[in-house]
């Protein structure tokens, strides 16, 4: 069965740095596409950033631009997001997301990430 598991979320002060991990697990192929969302109290979830297998096609939502890069470890399936310049808006839970078999069909547990 396929796993996500996350791992890297904190408490840091504003403009501060996490790096997050994402591992799949149970499945030996390279998910098509991989993405980051999160979701803060009372919002709707968000998406932060993705890739593509080939790991040279990434997309950032506009309010992590130039902060936040995504990249891939399709060797160790492993997912990560490196937050840089983190602001207190950042706050949230982030999650990790694989395409197995279509869609982001696959979810981890989720990180918390906070920013004071």
């Known amino acids: 069965q396929v796993q996500l598991v996350e791992s890297g979320g904190g408490s840091v002060q504003a403009g501060g740095s996490l790096r997050l991990s994402c591992v799949v697990a149970g499945y030996t192929g390279s998910p098509l596409c991989m993405g980051w969302f999160r979701q803060a109290p009372g919002k709707e979830r968000e998406g932060v950033a993705t890739?593509?297998?080939?790991?040279?096609?990434?997309n950032y939502a506009d309010s992590v631009k130039g902060r936040f890069t995504i990249s891939r470890d399709n060797a160790q399936n492993t997912l990560y997001l490196q937050l840089n310049s983190l602001k207190t808006e950042d706050t949230a839970m982030y999650y990790c997301?694989?395409?197995?078999?279509?869609?982001?069909?696959?979810w981890g547990q989720g990180t918390q990430v906070t920013v004071s």
């Open positions: 997301a694989a395409t197995v078999h279509g869609g982001f069909d696959y």
């Open positions: 890739v593509y297998a080939g790991a040279d096609i990434t």
